[in-house]
T-cell receptor, first 114, second 111 residues
Framework: DGGITQSPKYLFRKEGQNVTLSCEQN?????MYWYRQDPGQGLRLIYY???????QKGDIAEGYSVSREKKESFPLTVTSAQKNPTAFYLC?????????????FGQGTRLTVV | KQEVTQIPAALSVPEGENLVLNCSFT??????LQWFRQDPGKGLTSLLL?????REQTSGRLNASLDKSSGRSTLYIAASQPGDSATYLC??????????FGKGTMLLVSP
């Protein structure tokens, strides 16, 4: 089955900890994205990657970091500098950067600070 | 900066009704517009994608229209069913080739 796999589905973080959310796609897509979803708000872009070994900050990148060492993988690290990390995190991909492309999403990871 | 607004924020209808969800955007220079469905606690499922050069797209009981010049799109759901209950999100692809989302319309179809 082609698609985007996010893991884990639920994640709990203690104060001061860094945690990493996994996102893997087997769609052979060049572009990948991380969004954050909070109740009552639209999805907000954290980071995006146009191609392997490249990534750019989105609208709310502070307190987050990413890497794109492989085409199929785009992990997101939520660092201790992110003061309000409790949210639903969604990973997406599209075939290429720029122009008329369709975005596909994973099933999300719910992160809770305990 | 692109802004996307969805009206209404919530909608409750009895089974069998036809309904319309609305989406508006501020910058008409878009590549495409996508409608997504999100079930509680789940990811987004793409329903329809309308390219900027198209006026509408259909999939089963769903029909999406696009009026780029006025910055509007509608999602029409025919003969609604309880299984249609979900949050529907509109997103436009424009500018730096990233999606801008509305806050969604939460739909409840009662039997």
């Amino acid at each position: 089955d082609g698609g985007i796999t996010q893991s884990p589905k639920y994640l709990f973080r203690k104060e001061g900890q860094n945690v990493t959310l996994s996102c893997e796609q087997n769609l052979n897509h060049d572009a990948m994205y991380w969004y954050r979803q909070d109740p009552g708000q639209g999805l907000r872009l954290i980071y995006y990657s146009q191609i392997v070994n490249d990534f750019q900050k989105g609208d709310i990148a502070e307190g987050y970091s990413v890497s794109r060492e492989k085409k199929e993988s785009f992990p997101l690290t939520v660092t201790s500098a992110q003061k309000n990390p409790t949210a639903f995190y969604l990973c997406a991909s599209s075939s290429k950067w720029g122009g008329n492309t369709e975005a596909f999403f994973g099933q999300g990871t719910r992160l809770t600070v305990v | 900066k692109q802004e996307v607004t969805q009206i209404p924020a919530a909608l409750s209808v009895p089974e069998g009704e036809n309904l319309v969800l609305n989406c508006s955007f501020t910058d008409s220079a878009i590549y495409n517009l996508q409608w997504f469905r999100q079930d509680p606690g789940k990811g987004l499922t793409s329903l329809l994608l309308i390219q900027s050069s198209q006026r509408e797209q259909t999939s089963g009981r769903l029909n999406a229209s696009l009026d780029k010049s006025s910055g509007r799109s509608t999602l029409y759901i025919a003969a609604s069913q309880p299984g249609d209950s979900a949050t529907y999100l509109c997103a436009v692809l424009s500018g730096y080739s990233t999606l801008t989302f509305g806050k969604g319309t939460m739909l409840l179809v009662s039997p």
